[in-house]
């Protein structure tokens, strides 16, 4: 069997996204499907599909453009290059935007195929990723009005990105606020209020609390069924949606301290001579993040990778042996870079309990 491998159980990422979009959608609110953590990949954004998602979100164009065929609503998540803009309006049902120059260069790439792209004004509420700042939103909304072949559909923001500011509902009414603003401009409403991604879901499960924006895009939550930013499980949903499987190649006795080079023989002391049952899987630092992998046996501790081996403790587990696979659940940076591995396999299933 081929090793490494991505293990998707498609049942459970279809239920976790059942779960979330009725528990958004009792709060009128639709769910974004957000593929770039698996790298586009087509059998879970399927699973999505099934799951109740109004469409599918990645931040690049070539993973929405392998999802075109889907026939759902595809956003752009990342802000768009100013080089790419006409694949964008090419590929993209809708955008997410903070810059004057793009947009203005989207709207000349729609005209030129006489399309109208719908776009989305982030906001930056304080995260200091991606967004205008509060102070400038209705100045840009009064120059994307003039704008023939861009529609303003509505407006975002993106918390818990980068500096880990948490959508709370201050924030939230600070959106609302520019909205009102944006749509007295206007002079219509905007069917939009894209509040944020899995972060935002925990508020939708406080007591009495009715939430502002109408749309959330969703990735971690859905695909590793964990709670962002905290990485526990979120309430209705699984966590083995997805698992990853090495193979041990190498299991032995060793001494916890490395040999000293020009070392002086005189100071080898005891604390040098304990010894542990270390083991080497066949994937490395080109395939994950060693410091997001949880492993599944809860006594084997991952002690760190290079580029191609992954050093972990067997000493309190019994009866692992070389050739065995073993499985970890992962964090998202390791399942982005897992999910984007040429070297890592995928193997996809829809029993519910697999093992
Ligand atoms: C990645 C991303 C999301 C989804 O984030 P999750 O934490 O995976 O839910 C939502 N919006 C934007 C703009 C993103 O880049």
Redesign the pocket.
């Known amino acids: 069997m081929a090793n490494p491998k991505l293990d998707i159980n498609l049942s459970i990422i279809e239920d976790n996204t059942r779960q979330i979009v009725q528990l958004a959608k009792s709060k009128g609110i639709d769910i974004f499907g957000?593929i770039?953590?698996v790298g586009g990949d087509i059998e879970i954004a399927k699973a999505m599909i099934l799951g109740g998602v109004v469409g599918l979100?990645d931040?690049r164009l070539d993973n929405l453009k392998k999802l075109k065929r889907l026939k759902v609503p595809l956003m752009l998540?990342?802000i768009p290059m100013l080089s790419q803009a006409k694949r964008v309006v090419k590929i993209a049902d809708i955008s997410?935007n903070s810059q004057l120059e793009v947009i203005d260069r989207l709207d000349k790439e729609a005209a030129s195929l006489n399309k109208v792209h719908k776009i989305i004004l982030m906001i930056d509420l304080g995260d200091r990723r991606e967004g205008v700042l509060p102070k400038d939103t209705l100045n840009y909304v009064d120059e994307i009005r003039t704008l023939k072949n861009i529609r303003l559909v509505g407006l975002g923001s993106?918390l818990a990105?980068f500096r880990g500011v948490l959508p709370t509902e201050d924030k939230m009414l600070q959106l609302m606020e520019l909205v009102k603003g944006a749509e007295g401009l206007l002079g219509r409403k905007l069917p939009i209020i894209s509040g944020g991604?899995?972060?935002s879901l925990p508020l939708l499960l406080k007591e009495g609390y009715t939430p502002i924006t109408n749309q959330l895009?969703?990735?971690?939550?859905i695909i590793l069924g964990r709670k962002?930013p905290s990485g526990d499980k979120f309430s209705f949903t699984k966590l083995d949606g997805i698992k990853l499987k090495a193979e041990v190649i190498e299991i032995k006795n060793k001494p916890v301290n490395s040999d000293k080079v020009n070392g002086d023989s005189n100071v080898n002391n005891s604390l040098d001579e304990e010894i542990r049952r270390r083991g080497i899987l066949a994937i490395g630092s080109q395939d994950i993040e060693a410091k997001g992998l949880i492993p599944c046996n809860k006594g084997i501790i991952v002690e760190g990778a290079s580029s191609d081996h992954l050093i972990v403790d067997l000493t309190n587990v019994q009866g692992v042996m070389v050739g065995d696979e073993v499985s970890f659940r992962l964090n998202?940076s390791s399942l982005l870079r897992a999910a984007t591995s040429p070297y890592v396999k995928k193997f996809y299933y829809r029993e519910d309990d697999r093992d």
């Open positions: 957000v770039k953590g979100g931040s998540l990342r997410l993106n990105c991604n899995s972060s895009r969703v990735g971690e939550t962002v998202y």
